[in-house]
């Protein structure tokens, strides 16, 4: 999608299809009143006609409008003016995008001129060049027949002419963030006999070389060596061999301590010898989206060459029922030297994870952030809307929830109290991989903080929000608008 900044007059544009919007109650916008003036009231009297009244969600196309140089109008319902926000605002966008008659190639947009509270020109631009590419991304189907794709191709966001610098900065802020989602998505949406561990391995490896990361991929000889117990312990059941990634952002002062994002990288989760039931156990290809979530965040701050230093931690591995796999009764002994009583293959997350916390030790972390589909608990609690966010830390907490409102992409706080902790108990090892039914989300993150303690934590469960069921079956690039805004937003208070 090419996008750019324009000034000018709507009925002036030459393209196939000028935007503008109607508030709820048929009342114009600056742009529409300018159509119907020059139209001699055409777009009023199509709305008396009682076709469109401004509702959210709603749109319609006019064509041939008299004294309009584009082909088409189309009119985008707004809601009420009184409730107008960035909300409705992206919701317009993506309305206005999906009614687009399928022959319009080039498009002019008149909707950053709406006043919404607490944003400016440079969120309304970013977030319109968001929310197009978010809704005309296209899954890289595997299919005989290619599908053909849209003619859009190419956008203008009109602003005023006072805003132009901030407008274009925008635009490149916006389409270095849909970067970072879009291969999120491509990686998530992949199948798990193509997006293996070894492939996220070769993924990581060109991204490093696209964007100057460092980059190491340990195989399992040089995970051994680490002393990785847990997470090897999760891999042993599949013949696909595990792979721990380590990403390198170092683009911030030399002294300044790194973030490190840890993603969780189940290629495919079938429980192992828990094995899950059957119904729709193909959504268990998504169990890497912590992992895809990494590497899109370090696809969008490579594209900004964000000044900040920012390390990436994925293990990666599938888990299968095998011969040779873990079974319930099984002690491990992780990297930390913490021992764990598996009572549950599948609960395996927390076991690749926890030995990817302890790895982060080394880099002396200013805040450490892991990212995980990690419990069918937290959809249960929060549904497919938040992230659930835990913390051993209450500033850094509000900083991801903040960074969630602004980029809306959001979290919901969850408690980490010590009440839950005992939930772990085993008879036979240090803790156990699973705390029972109550509060299953947290006791997930109550095991990952004892892996936590040397550092500022934050963990993200992702499972409700990182891929999407159902019709539009597929990767949401949840939360990889969330991470980079908080990592921008860090960027901007270190310099
Ligand atoms: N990958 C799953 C979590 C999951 C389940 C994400 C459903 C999205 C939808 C995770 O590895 C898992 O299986 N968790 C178990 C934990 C339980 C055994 C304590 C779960 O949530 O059922
Ligand atoms: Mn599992
Ligand atoms: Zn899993």
Request: hydrophobic share 40%; glycine share 8%.
């Amino acid at each position: 999608m090419e996008f750019s900044i324009k000034n000018g007059n709507p009925e002036k544009q030459r393209v196939d299809c000028v935007i503008v919007g109607v508030f709820e109650g048929r009342k114009l916008t600056d742009s529409a009143k300018i159509l119907d003036t020059v139209s001699n009231k055409a777009i009023s009297a199509v709305l008396k006609s009682g076709d469109m009244d401004g509702k959210l969600n709603t749109s319609l196309v006019l064509h041939h409008v008299a004294e309009i140089a584009s082909g088409r109008v189309l009119l985008v319902g707004l809601g009420k003016q009184a409730e107008f926000s960035e909300r409705n605002y992206r919701q317009a966008v993506r309305a206005a995008i999906k009614a687009l008659p399928k022959g319009v190639a080039s498009a002019s947009i008149f909707l950053t001129e709406l006043d919404i509270k607490k944003s400016d020109i440079h969120s309304k631009v970013a977030q319109m060049v968001e929310v197009v590419m978010d809704t005309t991304y296209q899954v890289n189907a595997i299919k005989a027949k290619k599908a053909e794709p849209k003619a859009l191709n190419k956008i203008a966001i009109h602003v005023a002419k006072s805003e132009n610098t901030q407008a274009e900065a925008a635009v490149k802020y916006g389409l270095a963030l849909s970067a970072g989602v879009s291969f999120a998505k491509d990686l998530g949406n992949l199948p798990p006999n193509i997006c293996t561990p070894t492939y996220l391995g070769e993924q990581a490896k060109k991204l490093a070389k696209t964007y100057g990361f460092k980059i190491e991929v340990l195989d399992k000889a040089q995970i051994e060596k680490l002393g990785m117990g847990s997470f090897l312990g999760v891999a042993q059941g599949s013949v696909e061999p595990p792979r721990l990634i380590v990403l390198q952002h170092l683009k911030g002062k030399k002294t300044q301590r790194p973030v490190v994002l840890v993603g969780k990288g189940i290629t495919f989760d079938t429980g192992g010898i828990s094995l899950k039931p059957g119904a729709e156990m193909d959504e268990m290809k998504y169990d890497m989206c912590g992992a895809a979530s990494v590497l899109g965040t370090f696809r969008a701050i490579g594209e900004m060459k964000l000044a900040i230093n920012v390390i990436g931690i994925i293990p990666t591995c599938e888990n299968m029922p095998d011969a040779g796999a873990i079974k319930p009764g099984d002690i491990l002994t992780s990297m930390s030297g913490q021992t764990i009583e598996v009572l549950n293959t599948d609960a395996e997350g927390r076991l690749i994870l926890c030995d990817a916390l302890t790895y982060a030790e080394r880099f002396e972390p200013s805040a450490v952030v892991d990212i995980a589909t990690l419990t069918g608990a937290c959809v249960i609690a929060l549904g497919n809307h938040p992230s659930g966010l835990f913390s051993n830390k209450d500033a850094l907490a509000h900083e991801l929830l903040a960074a969630g409102e602004k980029s809306h992409d959001r979290a919901w706080h969850m408690p980490l109290w010590q009440d839950y902790q005992h939930q772990l108990d085993s008879n036979f090892a240090d803790m156990a991989n699973i705390g029972g039914r109550a509060g299953g989300s947290i006791t997930a993150a109550c095991f990952l903080s004892r892996y936590a303690k040397k550092y500022d934590w934050a963990h993200l469960d992702i499972a409700g929000t990182a891929w999407k069921s159902g019709k539009e079956k597929g990767s949401t690039g949840r939360p990889v608008p969330l991470l980079t805004t908080f990592l921008v937003q860090r960027a901007q208070k270190v310099k």
